[in-house]
């Protein structure tokens, strides 16, 4: 259980937030408690997090997470543990599951994350088959992985409102792809539970909505510690109609890019920060890091080349952007073997189950990490301050506790917005308002 | 996360036994869930298991578990997960909890037990103050721990139906002062949450009730994966009225010992097992170790030496013997270093969370390893079997699951036990039955 070596991060004093989260680690975890009576936690999440010293915030919240065979191997009980839980809230007659995976075949590590998320279930005494939505999949598919694992896919069967693989019924279907591409239809009307659930994918989830709903768990957490809560929270606003190919909807973004620059140097005028302020341009629905850049002056949003356009103007899978995010940019003051890291934290039900850094040695602190070339460098998360003394607040592995504790409230921010976005939810509430003659 | 070397149970072939439950698992934790929705299990425990090869099987459960320094570092995350959802069942308004240790104060094995305890709960968010029942504690006494931590242990002030320490009014009382001692007033009739509830202390506690919802356990469980219980169910007895000073009630303890020798007889022979039956003996109440003795033949117990006697007249804190556990010994075929060994599963909640194992150089595979002497090597349970390959069923670390499930069969002994002894539900039920008139 080493932790990387990061050469500001861990080396220089704690910084101030970090300390203020660590002290007030019983009202926080007493309130977290409470959140999660309130609110249910999604199946899993991974949360990007940005830490410039002065300020520790979210920059992305994954609701389908790869890249669990990047966590520490030490931390997979933890998973095992957190999955069990969580299958007991969720559906404790719960035998099979039936997990469904992105279509990417050849993407060996992809694969690798796919495996441990079996190895997972399994482990958390599931019954657990691969069901693909490869469309041209007729038999099923071995692939191997690397470590000598193999991997099989079936292809998805429908029987009424139940879906499964050959001879097998699962009880729950739980979704390691991010719908990217559109709702399937073998998917819709499902009696079995899925999870996350359906809209909790990209072709109708928005990040702007998953931030706003942050700013309020934000504003909350804030007020409970005695914060201010841009000390955890990024600006951001919405385009809303956005054509990078047409050109159209250059001003609404250069209005905003100006709006936010310019609270960010407010803001750091007011805490005495040297650092020029920038900002994140991103498509509002989508991954992968895909049509992400980082500007530092308005009129970069303006004269963009067709490289660029082509760049902002498409993500995953072929899913056009219209929809855009601006979101006030974070310095990451931490870095390994001397490459920017950001830390990416793991959860399972409302546990935080591990952690890594993404490194990415040939950019900059102010830029997306995301991005091909990337490595992983897994993370202790929480190991044990017993020895030498387990009173001492600067004992390592403690600083990790804020990353937890920013994850979660990113976390927490996802259930509420998968309530507010819950299609089911929103027809109930419109059925039981009072209605109004049309005369 | 070394796993000893175990000169037989990880060189041979998997036993049948093990292979078995770990084939069921998805049966089996299935099964399990549907307990804990009927049954709440203990706040933690311990249990000593045996493995014989053919046969595995508890021998002694732990609800106020030391020891918790002795599991392997790296599983403390684990504790710490386990121990905040058992927060959030029992009591999720809790922010304070008050821990109430032995009154060991010199037992510095007995301390980092205490500091490791400590430190679970403060990572799992809680305010944590140590109450002592130490008759003579009037000031606050700090203790050094091996490893540089400090205990501040503080007289408990009672304030009509709460106890605490000074400036510290606690949600929930944890003890881990298992009561040998009797059922100090000051304990009696609080509003907190008390965990594990006062009925758990050896002043009242049997472990023939124990064993007698474990059989019920063990009879279901074995149903459930088709096999004979008796390969997870040690044979037992009670004798109600031994006193051992007067040499009194040693007729009915030969004859009980005869009893199951017979019955072990009869098994081995079914089996084809070649070793000899052995019964342990031991006090239905107490712990520690003390007032065990190991019989193979039933003349052994008529004649008792004053030393004998005396060792098995009195356990901890002086309390006296007058009833007995006879059961049926389990050889254990572990070793570690070629010292005999038996696995000692830990679990928060209804989940493992780590165990060791107890060695001891000088004593029998025959023998009770609690004696002085024992020493503690770490195991590392449910490692990953992610690489090489997940699906092969010999991953060593996957042995270990059979330890972690005849362990959590015993937990839920323990809850069904401390149903059944819970003197508020006597009292409820007794209310409830419709009463005769007298005439």
Known sequence: ???????????????????????????????????????????YASVDLRNSGFKLAPVDTNLFPGGFNNLNADFHPL?????????????????????IPENHTRNTFYLQNVAALQTILRHAGMHVRIGSLLPDLKEPLEVEVPGGAKLRLEPLERHGNRIGVAGFDPCVVLLNNDLSAGLPEILLGLEQTVLPPLHAGWFTRRK???????????TEFAQLIGIDPWLINPFFEKCGRINFQERKGEECLEGYVTEILDDIRAKYREYGIQQDPFVIVKADAGTYGMGVMTVKDPSEVRG?????????????????????????????????????????????????????????????????????GMQFVPLAFEAPCSAPNPDDPGCPPNRFYAYGVIGRLALLASAIELEQTDPALAEEQAAAQPRVAPY
């Not at 991060?9 to 309130?38: V, Y």
């Not at 998973?79 to 997990?99: F, H």
Request: charged share 20%.
């Open 1 to 43: 259980m080493t932790v990387p070596h990061l050469t500001t991060a861990l080396s220089g004093p704690m910084p101030d937030l970090e300390r203020k989260i660590l002290q007030a680690t019983p009202t926080i975890e007493h309130w977290l408690r409470a959140q999660w009576q309130e609110h249910a936690a999604p199946f």
């Open 208 to 218: 702007s909505n998953h931030f706003a709903a942050y700013q309020e768990v934000a």
């Open 304 to 372: 963009l080349n067709r490289k660029q356009r082509n760049k902002m103007a498409v993500v995953k899978e072929g899913l056009e952007v219209h929809e855009v995010l601006v979101q006030e940019g974070v310095y990451t003051f931490e870095s390994v073997n001397e490459a920017p890291a950001e830390p990416v934290v793991y959860m399972i039900d409302h546990f935080v189950v591990g952690g890594f850094y993404r490194v990415h040695m040939s950019r900059g602190t102010d830029q997306n990490l995301n991005a091909p």
């Open 79 to 99: 998973c095992v543990q957190a999955a069990m839980g969580a299958v007991e809230k969720i559906c404790p007659d719960a035998r099979g599951a039936l997990l």
